[in-house]
């Protein structure tokens, strides 16, 4: 045997001897593949403070602008006013939700965005130009829903926004048109039975809502996690990487209804008063649009539209109520 050939063989040994050593442990398998995250998601999330400064003192969220005594007819409006101007560009633009099933979403078969905000806000279109259809629908994020109004993107928000008095020291709002209230969604085989059970338990909801907030501050400390989109929540939810999803009862009954392996528990835990928002530089605009929903309490269109999307056990529209 040649010299290199003794050298090969001896690697050959100790290689064979190595082998042997390594015996009886199993090799080492792929790792784990981590469950994908949502982009943007925050875990846990990090809550902003409250932006406009401290809310007034007699601050009634439930409270808007009152109407004209009469609306002026669709493509007869007033010089010099917010109307006049969007009846000049052609089209109302209106910041949406295209994720909220029933409220605001984006129908798979037909790719149109369609829900109860969605039939509100071409009522007011319908209003201004005599056609519900003059609409401009521009799909948006929880957390961009003041800075669209604000910049002027849109001209009112219908994305089933909560009026409370740290908002509206940013924007406007129409009157309350749907009063919902804050639950928890979880899986039918959990067993938690409402926001008291999910202490220490990460609970998703949207960034820039007020139901993040309302989970870091509920007594139990559950864990806010924050995603941009709702639908991101109930992914979450179904892969095991949260316990729970809470917000308004209307976005989670969208939710168990697109997948019935979930359920809601627990009563409502807030009050969350549905508007339309409005920048503060445009109060004619808020006073129609009040004048818009309060024809559509008195000729039962508001109620039709809450049949329409949630059922004949809708709740009945809410009064109006005016601060002026």
Known sequence: MTRSWRIVAGVALLALLSGCAGAGRPPAGPAPIAAPRPVGIQDPAVIPTPSGGPAAANCDPFASLRPPATLPDPGQ?????????????????????QDTYLFGYRNPATGQIEGFDIDVAREVARAIFGDPDRIQLIAITSAQRIPVVNDGTVDLVAHTMTINCARLQQVNFSTVYYEAGQRVLVNRTSTVQGIGDLGGKKVCAAAGSTSIQNIASAAAKPIPVSVPDWNDCLVLLQQGQVEAVSTDDTILLGMAQQDPNTQLVGPRFTSEPYGLAIAKSSPELVRFVNGVLDRMRSDGRLAGIGRHWLGAGAPAPPPSKYQD
Request: without cysteine.
């Open 77 to 97: 409006m007033p010089a010099g006013t917010a109307m006049a101007r969007i009846a000049a560009r052609g089209r109302l633009v209106v910041g949406v939700d």
